[in-house]
Nanobody, 123 residues
Framework: QMQLDESGGGLVQAGESLRLSCTSS????????MAWFRQPPGKEREFVAA????????NYGDSVKGRFTISRDNVKNTVYLQMNSLKPEDTAVYFC????????????????WGQGTQVTVSL
């Protein structure tokens, strides 16, 4: 079983930045596609970004392209989501997710999920 723990959420103003982190104390993330999803209040969960573990690169949702960056540090066993130029519509609970299989993008159905971290962006 893989446990994923997110951190770094908080309350910021529009235009500011946040960096989310996701780590696992139970498994190495090295051989997992890693992804971030988010669920805005009252809406369905949506894909944000994904990073392939085996050379497939990165993939982003249209609403975050050019503003968010997903990266991983295999030494620290951590995946990051750098979020710049935040907008009020980025307000959501952000979830880290992992899977060894599938295509790391919006069609990924990850097996493992974190509990989520709240990001709130005010005007």
């Amino acid at each position: 079983q893989m446990q994923l723990d997110e951190s770094g959420g908080g309350l910021v103003q529009a235009g500011e930045s946040l960096r989310l982190s996701c780590t696992s104390s139970t498994r190495s993330l090295r051989t997992y596609h890693m992804a971030w999803f988010r669920q805005p209040p009252g809406k369905e969960r949506e894909f944000v970004a994904a990073n392939s573990w085996n050379g497939g690169g990165t993939n982003y949702g249209d609403s975050v392209k050019g503003r968010f960056t997903i990266s991983r540090d295999n030494v620290k066993n951590t995946v990051y989501l750098q979020m710049n130029s935040l907008k009020p519509e980025d307000t959501a609970v952000y979830f880290c997710a992992a899977d060894q299989f599938g295509i790391p993008g919006p069609t990924l159905i990850p097996l493992y999920w974190g509990q989520g971290t709240q990001v709130t962006v005010s005007l």
